[in-house]
T-cell receptor, first 113, second 114 residues
Framework: DAMVIQNPRYQVTQFGKPVTLSCSQT?????MYWYQQKSSQAPKLLFH???????NEADTPDNFQSRRPNTSFCFLDIRSPGLGDAAMYLC????????????FGPGTRLTVL | AQSVTQPDIHITVSEGASLELRCNYS??????LFWYVQSPGQGLQLLLK??????LVQGIKGFEAEFKRSQSSFNLRKPSVHWSDAAEYFC????????????FGAGTILRVKS
């Protein structure tokens, strides 16, 4: 089945230690998104890639970076995680930029010690 | 900019009872509306969506939603709730002028009592 895969499902890191979260998709979608979801809150869009075109949200901290080396993979890098960055990170894809369904992965739960 | 309000943070219903989750949106033109469900520790799954046409849309798992332009609402309904429906439900709005960026409501946690 075509799907969105996130690894790892659970990640523990130390305060200030860089961490990378991974997302892959077999849907061959052009757009990939990264959301941050804190406990009992709505998902908040951090940035998205349309093909190789990177689009950052205005309020996304510089501490968060992303890479998309090819259509299938997208990475979220947190350069110096703080306690406030502990959250669920959701990857999603959509076929193109027109409004339509976004397909979500299961998420990575990040804990910062 | 578009926005979404889900007025109920928590709702508890008995198994077999009917369910209605409320969603109000703010957007000047015709929005694109979605309902997603999230089980604990999982990603979001699309239940249904409204783009145009018939204002009553059917989704998966027996859910339906009705778009009411006059009330700026897109409420989710299910005639008979099952214990497996316990989850968090998110309403989201999209608009073509913003590409495919969705704005989510804060979510409603559904508890089902037996």
């Amino acid at each position: 089945d075509a799907m969105v895969i996130q690894n790892p499902r659970y990640q523990v890191t130390q305060f200030g230690k860089p961490v990378t979260l991974s997302c892959s998709q077999t849907l061959n979608h052009n757009v990939m998104y990264w959301y941050q979801q804190k406990s009992s809150q709505a998902p908040k869009l951090l940035f998205h890639y349309y093909d190789k075109d990177f689009n950052n949200e205005a309020d996304t901290p510089d501490n968060f970076q992303s890479r998309r080396p090819n259509t299938s993979f997208c990475f979220l890098d947190i350069r110096s995680p703080g306690l406030g960055d502990a959250a669920m990170y959701l990857c999603a894809t959509s076929r193109d930029r027109r409004v339509g369904e976004q397909f979500f992965g299961p998420g990575t739960r990040l804990t910062v010690l | 900019a578009q926005s979404v309000t889900q007025p109920d943070i928590h709702i508890t219903v008995s198994e077999g009872a009917s369910l209605e989750l409320r969603c109000n949106y703010s957007y000047g033109a015709t929005p694109y509306l979605f309902w997603y469900v999230q089980s604990p520790g999982q990603g979001l799954q699309l239940l249904l969506k409204y783009f145009s046409g018939d204002t009553l849309v059917q989704g998966i798992k027996g859910f339906e939603a009705e778009f009411k332009r006059s009330q700026s609402s897109f409420n989710l309904r299910k005639p008979s709730v099952h214990w497996s429906d316990a989850a968090e439900y998110f309403c989201a709005v999209g608009a073509q002028e913003y590409g495919n960026k969705l704005v989510f409501g804060a979510g409603t946690i559904l508890r089902v009592k037996s």
